[in-house]
């Protein structure tokens, strides 16, 4: 195996899926050749953006790539194709044919599931996924999740890691503050967090909350309804710098996530990015969040959708210091035995 082919939406760092993406060409290409081929053009990889879209529902759009695709790498070949993007897989089959290499998709959560048992579109993906040779998924959840519809055996579950160079805890004044980090919807349970911050404000009018990512308007009304705003700090573009400051002067990370008719947390990046900051991480049970978060130890879990116990989990992290001076040196440790070197050398050892 020398010659990997790797299709992603982005080569940075700026989502799960492409922080998956550039870490495994970061990795891979200290054993592999890799070429990647992205849907957005940046400065990782200004010459292969070469994808037009997120839905191969339109077999228009699907020729299309694949002759543009097929035209640019006509003089190379692959003996791999990764497949970082769960909608690009009937891309990745006409590849996979083409260049008569093997085909690992990587299933990261809601896009694995949801297009493989719902009409109208299962029964095309079911078509394309008899092509892969092996499917990776980053948790036992989403594993379960996948195992519903797919019943080979050619599944793995490597978990995802931190880059501890990357995140960690900067040597800034701590507060009295919370942060959650991600774009506000309602996988996210952002509105579940608002309500228990809003309790928690009757007893501490002084906390803060910072929310990291991409605004929302519906949930930005519900702020101003209630007059939490004052409390709340927004930052939708912050660099990676300023995210380092939010995490380090937080004392706690909080993604309450929600599985919903149509979505689920396959995973959870950012509670160990957290942990690699100093700080623990509350999540929810009956998502991907258990395999991450070890309840009291770097974070905690609370039911889904449950106000009440992730309003008594942020108190506790308020009023029990010993603890959760404890709970931040655990989470550190956490980090530390979740790296993305330790992510790779499982991929390795499914490839050869």
């Known amino acids: 195996m020398e010659n990997i082919l790797l299709l992603t939406n982005e080569v940075n760092r700026s989502s799960g899926w492409a ?33 037009s879209t997120y839905n191969y529902y339109n077999i228009f759009k699907l020729f299309s790539d694949y002759n543009r695709i097929v035209k640019k790498l006509s003089d190379k070949n692959f003996d791999l194709i990764i497949c970082n993007i769960e909608p690009f897989l009937p891309l990745a089959v006409k590849l996979k044919r083409y260049f008569k290499s093997k085909l690992i998709l990587v299933g990261h959560g809601t896009y694995i599931y949801y297009p493989f048992v719902k009409i109208p579109f299962k029964y095309y993906n079911k078509f394309f996924v008899k092509y892969v040779d092996k499917i990776v998924v980053p948790s ?13 055996d050619d599944l793995t579950i490597i978990k995802w890691g931190v880059d501890t160079r990357r995140y960690y805890p900067k040597n800034v004044k701590k507060e009295l503050a919370f942060i959650f980090v991600g774009a506000q919807k309602e996988r996210k349970g952002t509105i579940y967090l608002l309500k228990a911050f809003e309790k928690i404000l009757q007893e501490y009018p002084d906390v803060k909350l910072y929310m990291v990512g991409k605004k929302s308007q519906k949930y930005y009304r519900y702020i101003q309804r209630r007059r939490l705003d004052k409390n709340i700090v927004f930052h939708e573009n912050a660099s990676h710098e300023e995210l380092l400051n939010y995490y380090s002067k937080s004392m706690v990370h909080i993604l309450p996530s929600v599985n919903t008719n149509d979505a689920f947390e396959g995973f959870g990046l950012v509670h160990l990015e957290a942990n690699a900051c100093g700080i623990p991480s509350i999540g929810t049970l009956n998502t991907a969040n258990e395999e991450i978060i070890i309840d009291g130890y770097n974070g905690f879990l609370v039911p889904q959708r449950n106000v009440d116990q992730l309003y008594n989990r942020l108190k506790l992290i308020l009023e029990d210091k010993n603890m959760w001076k404890m709970m931040c040196k655990n989470s550190l ?17 499914i490839i050869e």
């Open 19 to 51: 922080t998956v993406g550039y870490y495994l060409k970061e990795k891979l290409s200290k054993e592999y050749n890799v070429t990647v081929v992205s849907h957005i053009k940046d400065s990782n990889n200004d010459d292969y953006n070469l994808i």
């Open 140 to 152: 036992r959840y989403t594993y379960n999740k996948v195992r519903e519809w797919f019943t080979r």
């Open 333 to 349: 440790k956490h980090a530390k035995e979740h790296t993305w070197e330790k992510t790779a050398k499982k991929f390795m050892g």
